[in-house]
C-alpha cells in the first residue's frame, strides 16, 4: 500500500495560500514512532473519509492519487456557514467559565500560576505571576502554548485518587508522549488539505470575524489539532484510569464522565470561539479521531467517553 497524494479538484480558494510553517523536521522526527504500512493505512483512511464526509468529494483512485472532485458552490456556502457561526460566538471568549470542583481544586491547590506550566515527577510547577484563569480566553492563551488544562486534570485526578494513584497509573508524559507523536498525523493531513484560516476567507467572503492572535495557528486549518488532541486526550485518561472509574458510584462516575468530556472539548471549541478554526474543523478532527481510536485498538474500552464526547459535540 502507497500512501495517497491528494489532488483537489475545483477548490475555490486554493489561490488564495495559507500560513503556514515548515515542520518537515517534526514529521520525519516522529515517524520512527509508527510503523510505516499501519501509518500509511491511518493516514489514507483520515484522507478518504474527511473528503467524504466535510468536502462531500467524488473519489476516484488513479495509483497514489486521491482525485478529489468538489462542487465550488458547497464549499463556499459551508465556508459561509462555518464563518456566520465564528461571528456568532466571537465574543465567548471572554465568558466566565467553570470546571465545577475542578476549578475549586485549581485556586485553592495551586494559587497563582505563571504563564506556561510544566508537569515535572507529578508537580505542577508554577510561579505567583498570574491569576488562575476564569475566562474561555485566559485559558486559550495558556492552550496556545502548553496543554495547560490536560496536565492540570492529571494533576486533578492525582490528588483525589492518592492512595491507588502509584500502582497503575501512567505518567503525564508517557500521556504527552501519545498526544504528541500523533501531530505527524495533524500535521501531514493539514498540508495535504491546505485549508486557508477563517481570517483568509473572512475577507475573501466578506463575513467580518473577531479573531484573536494566536503562535499555534499558523499551520493550515483543517484539521483542527487542538481539538484532535483534546478528544485522544480524554480517551487516554479513560482508558489508563479505567479502575478508577469503575470505582466510582454512578453519581460521581457521571460527574467525572462529565468533567472529562469538558476538558476535552472546550479546548477545541476555544479554537473556534477565537476564529482560528471553522466549526468542520473540528468535525475533522473527530473523523481522525475516531480511527485513531481504532489504530490504538482501544475503541471498545473508551465507548463510554467516546458516547458522551459525541453526544455533547452534536449539541454544539
Given at each position: ?65 486521491l ?12 465556508t ?78 492525582s490528588?483525589?485518587?492518592i ?21 505527524k ?96 474543523d ?22 463510554p ?12
Open positions: 500500500m502507497s500512501k495517497l497524494q491528494l489532488k483537489l479538484i475545483n477548490e475555490p480558494y486554493n489561490n488564495y495560500g495559507i500560513m503556514t510553517e515548515d515542520h518537515m523536521e517534526e514529521i520525519a522526527l516522529l515517524s520512527k514512532f509508527f510503523d510505516e504500512t499501519k501509518y500509511i493505512k491511518l493516514y489514507n483512511r483520515c484522507l478518504i473519509d474527511i473528503s467524504k464526509k466535510i468536502y462531500k468529494g467524488e473519489i476516484n483512485i488513479v495509483g497514489n492519487i482525485e478529489v472532485k468538489l462542487n465550488p458552490k458547497y464549499i463556499k456556502d459551508m459561509r456557514n462555518d464563518l456566520q457561526i465564528i461571528q456568532n460566538i466571537g465574543g465567548k471568549l471572554d465568558a466566565k467559565m467553570s470546571y465545577g470542583n475542578l476549578i475549586n481544586f485549581y485556586t485553592s491547590y495551586l494559587f497563582p500560576l505563571s504563564p506556561i506550566e510544566k508537569l515535572t515527577n507529578g508537580k505542577l510547577l508554577c510561579a505567583a505571576t498570574k491569576s488562575y484563569p476564569t475566562t474561555h480566553y485566559e485559558f486559550f492563551k495558556y492552550e496556545d502554548f502548553d496543554t495547560f488544562n490536560w496536565s492540570v486534570y492529571y494533576k486533578y485526578l490528588d483525589k485518587y492512595n491507588k494513584f502509584n500502582m497503575f497509573a501512567p505518567s503525564y508524559s508517557l500521556i504527552e508522549k501519545s498526544l504528541s507523536i500523533f501531530n498525523l495533524i500535521l501531514e493531513i493539514k498540508m495535504a488539505f491546505n485549508r486557508p484560516r477563517p481570517l483568509q476567507t473572512s475577507f475573501i467572503e466578506k463575513i467580518p470575524i473577531k479573531t484573536y492572535i494566536t503562535y499555534a495557528g499558523q499551520t493550515p486549518a483543517i484539521p483542527s489539532g487542538h481539538s484532535s488532541q483534546g478528544f485522544l486526550f480524554g480517551a487516554l485518561i479513560y482508558y489508563n484510569f479505567k479502575k478508577y472509574f469503575d470505582s466510582l458510584n454512578k453519581t460521581d462516575y457521571d460527574y467525572e464522565l462529565y468533567l472529562l468530556v469538558r476538558v476535552s472539548k472546550d479546548t477545541g471549541h476555544r479554537r473556534i470561539m477565537a476564529g482560528i478554526h471553522y466549526p468542520s473540528m468535525l475533522a478532527s473527530w473523523i481522525m479521531f475516531e480511527h485513531i481510536l481504532k489504530y490504538l485498538k482501544i475503541d471498545i474500552q473508551t465507548k467517553y467516546y458516547d458522551k464526547l459525541k453526544s455533547e459535540l452534536d449539541n454544539f
